[in-house]
């Protein structure tokens, strides 16, 4: 845990003084357009206290997936535009059994990621994100095998980061060649801080019999707080 | 410069993010998430019930509605202090008393204030981990149990605390340390000597009692010992049942009787307490003991104020043989007699019936063992101690039950006319017994968890089967109403019949006392989760 979050600081540090320090004739020029495809670990630290109930230490864990367009003969030189999708959860069971918990959530988001191309192995960024945010609650307590209390709510999603790419090196044969020289293999990760509307779940509905069961009420979950991925990224020229 | 500038605040801000995502991660959540939920059996009031949460510390108060046919269930939080141990109710249901053994605090709810969930505390100074609390609403007594030796440093386990309610609930209480460790402390209820109100309560506590004097004004007078043997080196006699005598006895003026029943010997000790006769002796009241003969291994006894008769002692009295003891109080004479059950009773309940074509109504009791399916009816009335030994039929009864008793309980709505017996394996029903015509109506299927009254209808819930039963008293006619689970206890608030079932987590079913059908009930889970989100667990 400890170590994670420092991993996350030092990504955070790498990111933000790669873009601070970046050399004036890095943010490259006239390029072949390229397609961006990222899969991530990814991790969320959630200080608040309602996450008690489905993490011990505030850790949720999840996948980060990512679909950009290099946008630097169109727009900005260094800018991309991305499709980001996010999934997570946690299952717990609470009270020595008494209550068994699964929550997971997913993120669909636009992203903006800003950043210079440094020796054609480095790329330090900043991005921006805004999006939607699903989130499932399920719920079970011990003893009740014929019904299931369910609640999904519905968010608005938003994310600040700073992040970077290193690549292997990087191909400049601007004819293009053979299939693998189209491809530029990564890894890459962001640090930053990820917004979320608080969700409510007030209304457990119960799935299961004729009986009328009322809804439970769990209250708000609030899932804002500082998040950190890692993984792979392919730059594919088109 | 701006380039210059924007590296500047680069460094700054991956710095400080570096400093709050090593230290932020460091946060563990509270133990009590994965601990076992500690929920207390509920402590009923008027028109709610309470459940102490010790993992939570709170307590969840939960009350059954009905509004137009509708059932409903309203849960108030309570927050309690740090690591709370018993939880009490005063005799009239409008007092809720919580002692937080962390904090070694009182905390009283007045659940009848208009902010119910108000409260104050009182300082103990130590861990109580028993609660004794008055019938008349006027003190609170702690003591140890001295169960709990974990994290135990020092402790003083003959001390109790006294919260005198009288004026209010005051900040700190008042400590004394008796003579021994009392095994159970039990209030007298308040009453006249030599014109002044008193009042006592008793220490329970190996061969020895304590009397506590409650409105005493000086150390001197607040305890009274009252040794059970002649010598500490005697076989040790554990006190099993104290019962306080205050009422007016013309052969004894002034005078109120402790009557105490051991686990060894063939006797009763009496107790008697009056004023003190002489001026000098510094003492507010004159305690002597007196053994009255209680037969073989008393195992229970009343205290029965009989008209025309006078006091009597009524013993149940253990061994081989069913038999039971009366006392005459005022001679000291006593008489056994035989029971017409085939094991010896357990247990007696007190009571009062209109015979037919009787001018009033006359006390009874109802005796019964756990290993007899016959009980017996005994007209204490009837009995003459020093005379003949009663006959079956005119002065003891027996009754035959379909099973032998688990448990038997009053049916005190009835007026005293009816009683239910308890059986003990799943599939033994129970009993609807007359206590007018001393009759028994079986019913057969499952046994019950537990019982409720309204009027003449009794609601009862299966442990073994999801149903409710209503039957009537009268008759002892059973409709049986389905259940989404088999229900533990059962309750009657505000016209709506509150089922608790099993689990841990808090499930009930509100149901229309009038008509529980599955169309207007419903069923509330996890009531004890609600707001979970939203919980800060210590």
Redo the contacts between chains.
Sequence with gaps: MKFKCSAAGLMLVAGILGVSFAPADSWAAEKDDELVLEVRGFSLYAPSDSVDAISDDGLLQGVSLGLGYDLTNYVVPGLRGYVLFDAMGESKARFDGAANLEWSRQVVMLAADYGPDLWGMLRPSVRLGLGYATQKLQMQSEGSTDSRYEDHTHDLAALGAVGFELYFPYSTDEEGGSIFKRFTLGVGGHVGYMFQTVAEFDELEATGDSWQRAPMNFGELDVNGVYWNLGLVVRVKI | MWTQT??W???L???T??????A???????NA?????QISAPVAGADELAYLNR?FEQVHVVSATLDAGSAG?VQTRLETGSEPGKMARSADGKTLFVVNEGDKTLRVYDRSAVDSTSYKDVVLGGPYDRISIDPEGDFVMLSYTGANSQNVIAQNLNEIAIVDLRAGVPEVAEFTTLFNRPQELVFAPGFELAGKTERLAASLSPSEITLIDLLADNELDRLRSVPLTISQADEVRNPKQVVFDTSANPSAPDTISVYVLTDRGQDITQILVQPSLRADSGRKFDVSINQLAAGPQPVKMAVLELPEVGTRLLVLNGGSRPAFTMIDVASGESATFDLPITAAATDLLVFKTLAAGAERAETRVLAYSTSSPLAAVIRPESITVSGDAPTAGRTVEAIRLRQSPERIVMADESGGDRAIAFHKNNRDGFSVINLRTNRAIPIQGYSLSDLTFAGSLGYGVFSASPHLVVFDLETGHPTVFDL?AAGQRIFVQDDALLVQH????G?F?VLDAAKPV??T??????VF?????????P
């Design positions: 924007g590296k605040l680069g460094v801000g991956a710095a993010a570096f400093v709050v995502l090593s932020g991660c460091e946060e563990t959540i509270s998430w994965n601990e076992p939920f993992g269930l989404p099993s689990g841990r987590t499930r079913t599955v169309k009930a419903r069923v509330y889970e996890n989760l609600e707001g979970l989100f939203e919980q800060e667990l």
